[in-house]
């Protein structure tokens, strides 16, 4: 269906029902609303009380309250959204959604009980108002406004104490640290690197480049950042992803290519480079093992990086060498040859490009660094497609799976590989089952995978202009 068609569909759903200026509660059984946005989020009840729903529009930190139209809407299940690392559903203008147990990874992110019909309800957002439609679900549906206004600035101000915790994490405002500062951090991390956790030792006696990753440990997987600061620290702000890495349940993994902008007019400006290994390193040291940095093709000084024929790798040496001298440069030259190439888990297995084009076991991983074309590989090759017919294919996947003892469908994540310009999550890439790229360098919105119950999710963050927000906080003391 063409978007013009899709457009008019909705249009004409919003015409058909009877138009409600929600005030109290009204439950539906086989028949659908709409309610024009009042400013205020709602909560849905999927049958019972068992199986209650928040829905708030999205409402940025540079805004104080929603738009009268918001971009969209999320969903989520107020019991533990709050408390443990959760999932949610967005809703986007001229979208729809069909909530039901039908969909397994629907239900695990809002925990539907069985009392949830496989398709309960039908919410779509064509941009002036909301519409709900029972879909003759057993129990019905009942809907109704939260309506004390603190409850939008309420997660508001959790995310601005959580700007608050980064910044005190950083030691300051996020700005280039001077240069004895700078030095000292990246010794120190060379030091944790040395004896890095979950790597297990290679022949030389080293850590390895796989880390293995304990079953109890929550990952939260980042793709491409490429210089993009904001977009790290709009993902720590969110979710509990911060409380869970200084609680010690969660870590974070950066699937390389944390340097290099990839925005036309600022691929030869190092200096968001620089600032984003400041911040990795200050998360770091504050979260040894917590935080985990794949090795990407980016991340480099080698002459072959570049991007539109920009050589991004020798620019960042000769920027790190005019700015902190040869001796940092390098310190950051042994910190990228320690880092790890790949990440097995009880239920994913990710690197940062592409699986290797012969069969590997796992001794060959711990000692990938005895084996130069087969660590070129992990970082370098992208999925076959139109355009880069020599790429990767399901075959290659399988041969990858199959030689580490895994099952022909467990889940392998990469990032490199972008959809396309827009899009931050590509499911299933290539036609390849649970083969996924994960992308997180765009300017509008960030994927991320995390566990949630007893898989690992995709989730979309919206983008915003985040460290400016966190330079302009005034110095308090957060108990």
């Not at 950042?225 to 349940?249: K, M, T, W, Y």
């Not at 991007?307 to 940092?328: M, N, S, T």
């Not at 199959?402 to 590509?426: A, D, Q, S």
Request: proline share 6%; charged share 25%; with cysteine.
């Amino acid at each position: 269906m063409s978007l013009f068609k899709k457009a008019k569909s909705l249009f004409a759903a919003s015409k058909r029902y009877e138009t409600v200026e929600l005030s109290g509660t009204k439950h539906l059984k086989g028949e659908g609303i709409r309610i024009p946005f009042q400013g205020l989020p709602l909560q849905i009840c999927l049958g019972s009380n068992d199986d209650k729903l928040h829905l708030f529009p999205d409402c940025l930190l540079k805004s104080s309250r929603p738009q009268e139209s918001p971009s969209g809407f999320v969903l989520f299940n107020p019991a533990h959204y709050d408390s443990r690392i959760s999932g949610f559903i967005r809703l986007e203008r001229g979208k729809k959604l069909i909530l039901g147990r039908r969909d397994p990874e629907q239900t695990a992110i809002l925990s539907y009980s069985d009392k949830v019909n496989d398709r309960h309800l039908a919410v779509t957002y064509p941009g002036d108002a909301l519409i709900f439609r029972d879909l003759h679900s057993d129990a019905g549906t009942t809907l109704s406004v939260l309506k004390a206004p603190e409850e939008i600035e309420r997660r508001i101000r959790r995310r601005q104490e959580k700007l608050y915790h980064l910044r005190e994490i950083f030691g300051g405002p996020i700005q280039p640290l001077p240069f004895l500062e700078a030095q000292s951090d990246l010794e120190k991390i060379n030091r944790i690197m040395a004896q890095e956790v979950h790597r297990p030792k290679n022949s030389q006696g080293q850590p390895g480049p796989l880390i293995k990753l304990p079953d109890e440990v929550t990952p939260i997987l980042i793709g491409d950042l490429h210089a993009q600061i904001d977009n790290l620290i709009n993902i720590l702000s969110e979710n509990q992803f911060l409380e869970s890495l200084e609680n010690g349940s969660a870590c974070l993994i950066l699937l390389g290519d944390a340097v290099h902008s990839e925005l036309e007019d600022q691929m030869e400006n190092m200096t968001g480079s620089m600032l984003m290994m400041d911040f990795i390193f200050k998360l770091k040291t504050r979260f040894p093992k917590q935080v985990f940095h794949i090795r990407g093709n980016h991340d480099s000084f080698a002459a072959h990086v570049s991007k539109g024929g920009i050589p991004q790798g020798l620019l960042w040496e000769k920027y790190l060498v005019d700015e902190r001298g040869a001796r940092y440069k390098q310190e950051m030259e042994r910190y990228y040859d320690q880092l790890p190439y790949v990440v097995l888990a009880k239920d994913f297995l990710a690197c940062h490009a592409s699986p290797p084009s012969r069969k590997v076991n796992l001794e060959m991983l711990i000692n990938a660094n005895e084996h130069p074309d087969l660590m070129e590989q992990l970082i370098h090759n992208r999925v076959k497609r139109p355009g880069y017919p020599g790429g990767y294919t399901s075959k290659d996947v399988k041969r990858f799976r199959k030689g580490l003892g895994l099952g022909p469908n467990f889940p392998f994540i990469v990032g490199h590989n972008p959809l396309n310009e827009t899009e931050t999550l590509w499911l299933n890439a290539g036609d390849i089952v649970n083969h996924h790229i994960v992308y997180s360098a765009n300017l509008h919105s960030i994927g991320v995978f995390t566990r949630i119950g007893d898989g690992m999710i995709p989730l979309s963050y919206s983008s915003e202009p985040l460290l400016e927000a966190i330079n302009a906080l005034p110095d308090r003391q957060i108990s």
